[in-house]
């Protein structure tokens, strides 16, 4: 994997947690992943400070402080009991933080080894893991971001691939590297998926391109790409999909059975400024497994 050494050499699988379906699922997901690497678990809560339009009633900061924080100590208790049920042998730790979700988390980031979230929370001065928050984390966090949406799978990730999408971009080279690891550490086979098309030569020229050719090209350009990777992962079954479609649509579709997909934050074709590109956002909105975001230092743009 790529990444600091700070976040390689025993830095905790971090999860964020509200009272959510989808922050169980997250925590379901982040327990087994941590029992994978041999690593720690942090739960994290989050609860926003006191509304602005208060903070002179000094009444209402005690309770309002009193309430949520009770509230908050709940949700992590039920979180450490749940992930215990999926991981027993973890080492777990959890922590009540005050702040705003996005802040909190891109903190904890910066000193885990896997930052997880699910995919939307409930919002609100209690919620944590609403879809903003993910994309926020994806884009910017310090340690790769894992979306928990869809199936996550529990149990059958030797059977499920890991999918990346391979594009030559920076970003997209951290993800394959991430994606071959996170394939040997399932057993699972990889599906490395290429996808190339031209709509403002397609309409006018299709009678005379050699798409034929042209796919023979792009399959070269994907085996290219990969060499080297499979003498460093020998296990790693690699199946190669080069498909003339958009890349976006591609992924998702190769989401259904996959056990887990691996997106650079911003692709080739991502726009100077943006923090995340429109094939890793639309994955976060529209794919049917957790999706796991990296930039290309190893957190999650670039």
């Known amino acids: 994997m790529t990444g600091s050494p700070e976040r390689t050499a025993g830095g ?3 999860v964020g947690v509200d009272e959510s379906d989808s922050a169980r699922d997250a925590v379901r997901w982040a327990a087994a992943e941590a029992a994978r690497r041999g690593a720690p678990l942090r739960l994290v809560a989050a609860f926003a400070p006191i509304p602005a339009g208060h903070v002179g009633n000094p009444g209402l900061g005690t309770s309002y402080r009193r309430v949520m924080t009770e509230a908050a100590r709940g949700v992590l208790t039920s979180a450490a009991e749940l992930a215990a049920q999926v991981a027993p042998g973890v080492a777990t730790e959890a922590e009540l933080r005050t702040g705003f979700p996005v802040p909190v988390l891109l903190d904890e980031s910066d000193r885990a080894v896997l930052t ?15 879809g903003s928050v993910a994309v926020a984390l994806a884009a910017r966090g310090g340690s790769p971001v894992a979306v928990v949406r869809g199936d996550p799978g529990e149990g059958a990730e ?3 691939p890991v999918v990346v999408g391979v594009d030559g971009s920076p970003t997209g080279e951290s993800a394959l590297a991430l994606a071959y690891e996170e394939a040997a550490l399932r057993s699972a086979p990889l599906v490395a998926v290429h996808t190339w098309l031209d709509d403002m030569l397609e309409p006018a020229l299709a009678p005379m391109i ?3 050719a042209l796919e023979t090209e792009e399959s070269a350009l994907l085996a290219q790409r ?3 990777w499979s003498e460093k992962y020998p296990d790693v079954e690699v199946r190669r999909l080069v498909v003339r479609d958009r890349p976006a649509r591609a ?6 059975g996959a056990a887990l997909v691996v997106v650079g934050s911003r692709g080739r074709g991502g726009a100077a400024g943006l923090l995340l590109g429109s094939v890793s956002h639309a994955l976060l909105q529209h794919a049917h497994c957790p999706v796991l975001v990296v930039r290309p230092d190893g957190g999650g743009s670039g």
């Open 116 to 130: 997880v979230v699910g995919s939307r929370g409930l919002g609100g001065f209690t919620g944590l893991l609403v």
């Open 158 to 160: 030797g059977d499920r």
């Open 210 to 212: 050699d798409w034929a």
């Open 251 to 256: 992924l998702v579709a190769e989401s259904a």
């Open 12 to 14: 905790p699988v971090v």
């Open 226 to 228: 990969l060499a080297g």
